[in-house]
């Protein structure tokens, strides 16, 4: 447990958050997640936390292991056919994960995820929030939507990002 993490997510105030997602953002995302879910039968999400929770960061938890946990606490991997997604935004590590449910990891290879997440560090380098999630987003509709087609399914996954 590295003291410097500790007091970066304690100090984490929560004015960045809204600085780079403001509400039109978050109902930009929200539609964007809706139409890429047009295409696909696979489910989004997008959670943004301003910072780990003090009882995780003593136990060390990682940015990849955050997200695993948050995945299955709002349900993403509540699909039909195993293919939630889930962006996770830690901003006060500056992380970005990619979790995907089990069928959705036999169709998007990792170099594949990686590419993703290095655009959208690009974008989010030029200040870019929204339209860094929104085009990671519509990549992954484009590798998901061959395996996944859009059929009729319940929308078990809700469009509207998470800000914690």
């Not at 995302?29 to 003593?58: G, M, N, Q, Y």
């Not at 901003?91 to 594949?112: G, H, M, P």
């Amino acid at each position: 447990m590295s003291v410097g993490r500790i007091l970066k997510h304690w100090v984490m105030s929560p004015i960045p958050v809204t600085m780079a997602f403001p509400q039109s953002s978050l109902d930009a995302v929200s539609r964007c997640i809706e139409e890429c879910e047009t295409r696909t039968s696979a489910e989004f999400r997008l959670i943004i936390e301003r910072s780990i929770p003090s009882k995780d960061l003593r136990r060390n938890i990682t940015d990849a292991d955050r997200a695993k946990e948050l995945f299955g606490q709002y349900g993403v991997w509540d699909t039909e056919e195993n293919n939630g997604v889930l962006i996770y935004l830690n901003l006060s590590d500056r992380a970005i994960e990619i979790y995907l449910d089990r069928a959705a990891t036999r169709v998007v290879k990792q170099n594949e995820l990686n590419e993703i997440v290095k655009r959208i560090e690009e974008s989010f380098s030029k200040g870019q929030f929204e339209s860094g999630v929104c085009n990671a987003f519509k990549e992954l509709t484009k590798l998901l939507a061959p395996a996944f087609p859009n059929k009729l399914v319940e929308n078990p996954v809700p469009n509207e990002p998470v800000i914690l």
